[in-house]
């Protein structure tokens, strides 16, 4: 395996190998195949392998993303590619080491004394879960925040949150949450991080590419549990 500027997680048990994948994307081949995606996970039962690493990706949870050991050490990363590029520049050579650890980004550990703001959660919406190939969709993320009266209210923050899709290959989310279809079928699930300035936290949103394919659209959009109507 030759790593360059990527950031990734690996743990295992017996019976389970769960992989995170933090920053730029990481490709697998053996028994499962694939390309894994920043921001998300793959969770691999060893007994039963999946017969195509989409089948085991998820969104890598927030509390694996905010903990203290996982970002110190991207931190590092930062670190060292900053003096590996130093070093190749000063030796001639124009190229940098990678862009590892970009996702860090605006998103900040919880600090000490630092109070928490009213913020419970994200949630994404759209118009359809349907795009047609080579097709665009406006995405909006919506957070959840009880103001200083107690009361709840939404918050748009599309433009602030970090965007992230399930299959490059397939779909891309620009800065402003427009998500691009590329020429190729498929479902991608759609991933939005905004950090309230103690703390990260995501919503999730699933979109098909390709005509005549079907999604539930029944269920309410929620956010921990509680109905929002996006504005």
Do not use: C, Y
Request: net charge negative; charged share 15%; hydrophobic share 40%.
């Amino acid at each position: 395996m030759t790593v360059r500027g990527t950031a990734f997680l690996v743990t295992s048990s017996q019976t389970r190998l769960m992989i995170d994948q933090f920053d730029d994307s990481l490709a697998i081949s053996g028994a499962v195949s694939g390309t894994l995606e920043p921001g998300f996970s793959a969770s691999l039962n060893l007994a039963s392998l999946p017969s195509s690493l989409m089948n085991a990706v998820q969104p890598t949870t927030d509390d694996v993303r905010n903990d203290h050991w996982v970002q110190s050490q991207l931190r590092k990363d930062v670190d060292f590619a900053k003096r590996a590029s130093a070093i190749r520049r000063e030796n001639g050579s124009n190229d940098q080491a990678g862009n590892i650890g970009k996702e860090l980004g605006p998103f900040l550990l919880d600090q000490v004394g630092a109070q928490h703001s009213g913020f419970h959660g994200i949630a994404i919406s759209a118009p359809t879960q349907i795009v047609s190939v080579g097709g665009t969709l406006q995405l909006k993320a919506d957070a959840l925040i009880t103001d200083a009266t107690g009361q709840e209210a939404t918050k748009d923050v599309t433009a602030l949150a970090n965007w992230q899709v399930s299959d490059r290959s397939i779909a891309s989310i620009d800065a402003a949450g427009v998500l691009t279809a590329t020429q190729k079928n498929g479902p991608v699930m759609i991933v939005a991080r905004w950090n309230d300035g103690t703390h990260e936290h995501s919503g999730t949103f699933v979109v098909s590419i390709g005509a005549g394919v079907q999604i539930d659209t029944t269920s309410s959009l929620e956010i921990n549990g509680v109905p929002v109507q996006p504005q």
